[in-house]
């Protein structure tokens, strides 16, 4: 049986991509208007990708409901032959919607209504027949896919690569002891943020094996260097101020990459549907320069994007302030999907720092949360998935 779904275009394509994605219709028809175009390219696109035949309707009327009535003709005339249409109303504004429902209500077979908000496919009836009961939206969309839905073009990720699995894998305990660390010692895990730091160049090169401390660690903190020795990650001699970097993965690792993996193994631990680190990707419309997300995460089709911070707070205010915009800037960007911004710091955040992090709606999770955080994983997770029961 073939299908064919009429899609009104609007700013926000999860509405139309997830619905096309859960039933996969041979056929598309997009309703474009002068101001969507951008919008309709990217939709065919991903639409396109997905094995569905489209077909655009450009310079579609927003306003004036006899010309929306014409308009609505006119597509259905062009359409190609299916044994069953699906007119999606979720697109467009409300005077669309309704000018293509009047006009097609009987010719369609289908009139769907994607309720984004809690995750359901509301079914419309027609004339005093009693609607059916939503369907529950199926998990389609992945990292890649909500990026590009959301105009980020996916590029790369360092957790695609298997080796790096698989030795991150091997440092999972190490991660999830530092983040003990960081409750309660982050005075000694700011140091040795510093000295792997100055191992590293911009382009996080080792090139400098050997850094000092200010003075030789002892007490609790020749005690965590101790363990670091045993755990392979860097050579110290007791009583000495310097250590040795052995690798770049691991001098990496300690300069902040472990709260990284940490937070990345939390949400792949609580089976959450997709899990990315180290993602890279360019924004249409800009000039290709590429832009790094810490840490993306998909789940039920909504999406979770997390800044992770090992330097201190307080110092430079501008700097908190950048780092806050930074994710709220790209949390605006992607919230299309009923997103959520996380900003993970292994450095206690400052009170002005948690204001305006609620003023942005970002979650900011320090150091005393840290250990927790599987828990908190999974109310996000319970969250997102009752959004859809």
């Known amino acids: 049986m073939t299908q064919l779904h009429i899609q009104l275009v609007s700013a926000q394509l999860a509405g139309n991509l997830i619905p096309a994605l859960m039933e996969r219709p041979e056929h598309a028809a997009l309703i474009v208007t002068p101001a969507m175009q951008a919008q309709g390219r990217l939709l065919r696109e991903l639409e396109e990708e997905a094995g569905i035949s489209v077909q655009t309707f450009e310079n579609a009327p927003d306003a004036e409901l006899p ?4 308009f609505a003709l006119e597509v259905v005339e062009q359409l190609p032959e299916a044994d069953e249409v699906v007119l999606n109303l979720t697109g467009g504004n409300k005077l669309m919607a309704l000018g293509f429902l009047e006009m097609l209500r009987d010719t369609v077979h289908r009139r769907i209504y994607t309720d984004t908000a809690h995750g359901r496919l509301e079914h419309l009836p027609v004339g005093s027949e009693r609607a059916e009961s939503p369907t529950p939206l199926t998990p389609v969309l992945d990292v890649p896919l909500s990026l590009r839905a959301q105009g980020f073009r996916y ?17 999972k305990q190490v991660a999830k002891k530092l983040a003990e660390v960081a409750r309660d010692h982050g005075d000694f895990l700011g140091a040795l943020n510093g000295v792997a730091s100055r191992a590293l160049d911009r382009e996080g090169r080792l090139v400098a ?30 009583g000495a101020a310097a250590v040795t970097f052995l690798d770049e993965a691991h001098a990496r690792f ?28 360019t924004w249409d419309g800009t ?35 950048q780092q806050l915009y930074k994710l709220d800037s790209i949390g605006d960007k992607l919230r299309g ?18 204001e305006r992090a609620r003023q942005h709606r970002i979650r900011l999770i320090g150091p005393d949360e840290l250990p927790r955080l ?11 998935e009752d959004a859809g029961a």
């Open 155 to 171: 590029r790369s990720a360092v957790s695609a690569d298997e080796h790096w699995r698989r030795a991150a894998g091997e440092r």
């Open 209 to 238: 094996h050997e850094q000092a401390f200010d003075s030789p660690p002892r007490g609790r903190w020749a005690q965590n260097l101790r363990w670091l020795c045993d755990e392979g990650l860097l050579d110290w001699e007791e």
């Open 67 to 70: 010309r929306l009535h014409e």
């Open 254 to 281: 300690l300069n902040g990459g472990w709260l990284e993996e940490y937070v990345y193994h939390r949400l792949r631990d609580e089976g959450i549907d997709d899990v990315a680190l180290g993602v890279e990707g």
């Open 337 to 354: 999907f009923f997103g959520s911004s996380w900003m993970v710091s292994a450095r206690t955040p400052t009170q002005s720092m948690r």
């Open 374 to 384: 599987r828990a908190i994983v999974r109310e996000w997770k319970a969250s997102v």
């Open 287 to 321: 000039d290709g320069a590429r832009n790094e997300l810490d840490v993306v995460a998909v789940h039920a089709n909504r999406l979770l994007v997390v800044e992770c911070k090992t330097l201190r707070h307080g110092r430079d205010d501008a700097l908190d302030d």
